[in-house]
């Protein structure tokens, strides 16, 4: 066998384990990843107020829009792991108005992800798209999730609540 060769087999044989464990320890850290614990409901409402109007007031720094809310509710009534959906504000139209125009999402991270660090989130991801509908989305304490669509949705949602029961009534809504 040749001394390449078997160099090759020895980092294989070797960087097998060591590759499991990454993998292994990597896995672990990502179940974490958004988790923690959940919420009281009167805080998780307010907290999550306040993410939305900062995030909406941003906004206007990269397009004068109207919003309008929906959706703020218990996503899972009844559910074991009780998730609190914050709202949906729709755009009185889509954050680029030309379609087929192309994407620019550089403006709207300017303009989001230092508000979204500044309460505990991830920056927006990379775009991701399903059928005509793209969006950017972060990750934050509590399970949470802000979703930015290219077509002028902003919703937040995923997080995680204590309440008993888990229904809207137990948030005050």
Known sequence: MSEQHMRRSRLGVVAAP???????????????????APLPPPEAVATYEAVAEDLLSATTSVRAMNWE??????LEPGAE???YQAGVWQADGNLYP??????DWD?????LDPVLEEHGFS?????????AVTWLEADGEHG????LTAQGELRITDIRV?????EDSALGL
């Open 18 to 36: 060591r590759r499991a464990a990454t993998l292994a320890l990597a896995t672990v850290l990502l179940a974490g990843c958004g988790s923690g």
């Open 69 to 74: 809310r929906r959706g703020q509710e218990i």
């Open 81 to 83: 792991d009780c998730r």
């Open 98 to 103: 030309v379609p087929g125009q192309g994407m």
């Open 107 to 111: 403006p709207w991270r300017e303009a």
């Open 123 to 131: 920056s927006l991801g990379r775009e991701r798209r399903s059928g």
């Open 144 to 147: 949470a999730r802000v979703r």
């Open 162 to 166: 204590d309440a008993e029961p888990c």
